[in-house]
C-alpha cells in the first residue's frame, strides 16, 4: 500500500474513532425532566450513567431549582446556594455539607469537561432536604419528581431541668403553632397543617408532666401535654438547628400577664382641643408600644444590654420609618419610664389606633435559642363558654413579667376576639417582609395568649426581633444600622396590611 492509501487509511481510522467517541458520549449523557407538584414548568436536566450509577449535571440542576454555584479554584470546591442553605462539595468526595451537617451521598460527586455531576443521593439528600420536598427517580421515564413535603412533629422527649421540664418536640422544618391551657391540668398545641410519622416513642413522665398524647387530623398535629399539680406556669419557644418546639413548664405559681381595666373606648375620638388628628375610614393610625422601660428593664444580654433599651431605639425608628410610609405614628412610651401594661393598651383604645405594634426582644435559658417572631393574641378558649364547660381556668402562660392574676384577664378578652383574623394576617404580612430583609432565623408566627394583645380594640401584634440571650444577636441588636432594617421591615409588613386590608373595604 503506498502512502497516500496507508494517510486514507489512517483518516478513516480516525473517523471513526471519533464517531465512536461521539456515540458514546450521545449514548452517555441524556436529558431528563425535573417535575415539580408546584405548577412551575419542568427543567431539563442532563443525566450520565457512571460507575456508581446515574448522575445529574449540577449546572442544570441549580437553574432547576432556582440555586446559584460558587466555585473556589483554590481547593477546587464548589457551592450551591438554594432556598437559604448552602451545600458545599468537592470533586471524588463521597460527602457533602447542607450549612453544617454533613450528608453521605454514598457516590462521589465527579467533575468531567469541565462540569460537577451529582450523584443520585445528592438528589434525594442534601438538596432535597434544602428545598423541603421529597425527590424520586424514575429511571424508565427519565424523570425526577419533587414533591412539597408536610412538615412533621417527627420526635418527643421530656428533660427534666431546674425548677420544671421541658417538653421537646422536634420538627422537620419550621411552622406555624399555637398554644393554650383550657384547664388547669393540660397544655394544648396546634401545629397546622403538619403531620405525624408512622411511629413515634413515647416519653417518660416527670414531675411536672405526666403524658403527651399526639393526634393528627386534615387540620393538622394536636398535642395534648397533662400536667401534674406540682407545675405553676408554661412558656414556648420555637427553635432551628436543629427545628424544635420546647415547652417549658415550670414548677410554683406564676401571675399572668396584666390586663388592662378599661372601657371599650375604641370609638371614641379626641375632641376639638385634642392633639390627635382624627382618622379616617382606612387604616392610618399605628400605635408602636416599645416593651419593658424604667424600673421594668426586661431581658438583659451577656454584655449588659438590656431590652428596655433596644425597644426604645427600635420603635423610634419603626416610627419615622411608618411616617414615611404615610401612617400616623405614636408610641406609648418615648423615654426610659415605666409604664404599666393596662395603660399601654388603653393609650392605644383612646388614640383609636388601627394598628398595635409591640416590640420587644426574646429570651431563653438556652443561649442557642435565636430569630424573630410575631405573634397574635390567641384566646385561651372559647371565653366563657368553653372555659364554663372545663371547670376551670388554664395553667398560666409565663412571660417573665409581674402582673395581676389571670382572673383579671378574662374581662376584657372579647376586645380582641372579634379582630384576631386581621391580627393574624398583620402578623403574616409582618413575618413574610422580615423573613425576606433580615439575616435572621424566622421562627413564624404564633398564637399566644398574651394579656396586653388581649385588650386591644384594633388588630394588634408582638415581636420579638431577636434575642439577648444570644451572644451574636445581643450584637445585632446594639447595631443602630441593624435596628433600622428590621424597622423598615416591620414598617413594609404594616404597609402590605394595609394595602390587601383597605383593598378588601373596597
Known amino acids: 500500500m503506498n502512502a497516500r492509501g496507508r494517510a486514507a487509511c489512517l483518516t478513516f481510522f480516525l473517523l471513526a474513532v471519533v464517531a465512536v467517541m461521539c456515540w458514546s458520549r450521545a449514548a452517555l449523557a441524556q436529558v431528563a425532566r425535573f417535575e415539580f407538584d408546584d405548577g412551575r414548568r419542568p427543567a431539563r436536566v442532563a443525566t450520565r450513567r457512571g460507575d456508581w450509577g446515574t448522575y445529574f449535571n449540577l449546572s442544570d440542576v441549580a437553574l432547576a431549582v432556582d440555586g446559584i454555584r460558587y466555585w473556589t479554584p483554590t481547593n477546587d470546591k464548589m457551592t450551591l446556594s438554594v432556598a437559604d442553605h448552602l451545600i458545599r462539595m468537592s470533586r471524588d468526595s463521597r460527602f457533602a455539607a447542607l450549612d453544617s451537617e454533613i450528608v453521605n451521598l454514598k457516590a462521589p460527586i465527579v467533575l468531567r469537561e469541565g462540569e460537577y455531576w451529582v450523584p443520585h443521593g445528592f438528589m434525594t439528600g442534601p438538596l432535597a432536604e434544602a428545598l423541603n420536598v421529597s425527590v424520586e427517580w424514575e429511571p424508565r421515564e427519565q424523570a425526577l419528581r419533587a414533591a412539597a413535603l408536610r412538615p412533621a412533629v417527627e420526635s418527643l422527649s421530656l428533660k427534666p431541668t431546674g425548677d420544671g421540664t421541658i417538653v421537646e418536640l422536634g420538627l422537620t422544618s419550621g411552622i406555624d403553632f399555637t398554644a393554650r391551657s383550657r384547664t388547669r391540668s393540660t397544655i394544648e398545641l396546634m401545629f397546622p397543617g403538619a403531620r405525624l410519622p408512622d411511629s413515634l416513642a413515647v416519653a417518660q413522665s416527670t414531675d411536672h408532666v405526666s403524658g403527651v398524647v399526639l393526634e393528627e387530623s386534615a387540620e393538622g398535629v394536636r398535642a395534648e401535654i397533662a400536667v401534674t399539680g406540682r407545675a405553676g406556669s408554661y412558656e414556648v419557644e420555637l427553635l432551628h438547628d436543629p427545628h424544635r418546639l420546647e415547652v417549658l413548664v415550670r414548677g410554683g405559681y406564676e401571675r399572668a400577664a396584666p390586663s388592662p381595666r378599661l372601657r371599650d373606648v375604641k370609638h371614641l375620638a379626641p375632641g376639638a382641643g385634642g392633639v390627635l388628628d382624627l382618622p379616617g375610614l382606612g387604616t392610618e393610625t ?36 411608618l411616617q414615611r410610609e404615610g401612617f400616623y405614628a405614636f408610641m406609648t412610651r418615648s423615654s426610659d419610664s415605666f409604664i404599666p401594661q393596662d395603660r399601654r393598651a388603653e393609650i392605644a383604645n383612646l388614640a383609636v389606633a388601627d394598628i398595635f405594634v409591640s416590640v420587644q426582644c426574646g429570651a431563653w435559658y438556652s443561649g442557642w435559642a435565636s430569630g424573630f417572631s410575631v405573634c397574635y393574641y390567641d384566646p385561651p378558649a372559647s371565653v366563657g363558654r368553653a372555659r364554663s364547660e372545663s371547670g376551670g381556668r388554664g395553667l398560666p402562660r409565663s ?59 384594633m388588630p394588634a401584634v408582638q415581636v420579638e426581633v431577636g434575642y439577648l440571650t444570644n451572644r451574636d444577636e445581643e450584637a445585632l441588636l446594639s447595631d443602630e444600622g441593624f435596628l433600622r432594617d428590621v424597622a423598615r421591615a416591620i414598617a413594609d409588613g404594616v404597609a402590605a396590611y394595609r394595602a390587601a386590608s383597605d383593598d378588601g373595604r373596597r
Open 286 to 321: 399605628v400605635m408602636i408600644d416599645p416593651g419593658h422601660g424604667g424600673s421594668d428593664s426586661g431581658s438583659r444580654g451577656r454584655s449588659g444590654l438590656e431590652e428596655k433599651d433596644v425597644t426604645l431605639s427600635l420603635a423610634r425608628e419603626l416610627s419615622r420609618a
Open 399 to 457: 412571660n417573665g413579667e409581674r402582673s395581676d392574676p389571670i382572673t383579671e384577664q378574662l374581662r376584657w378578652e372579647r376586645l380582641q376576639e372579634s379582630h384576631i383574623g386581621e391580627s393574624r394576617a398583620l402578623a403574616r404580612a409582618i413575618s413574610v417582609s422580615m423573613g425576606d430583609a433580615l439575616p435572621l432565623n424566622n421562627r413564624g408566627v404564633a398564637g399566644r395568649t398574651l394579656g396586653l394583645l388581649a385588650a386591644c380594640g
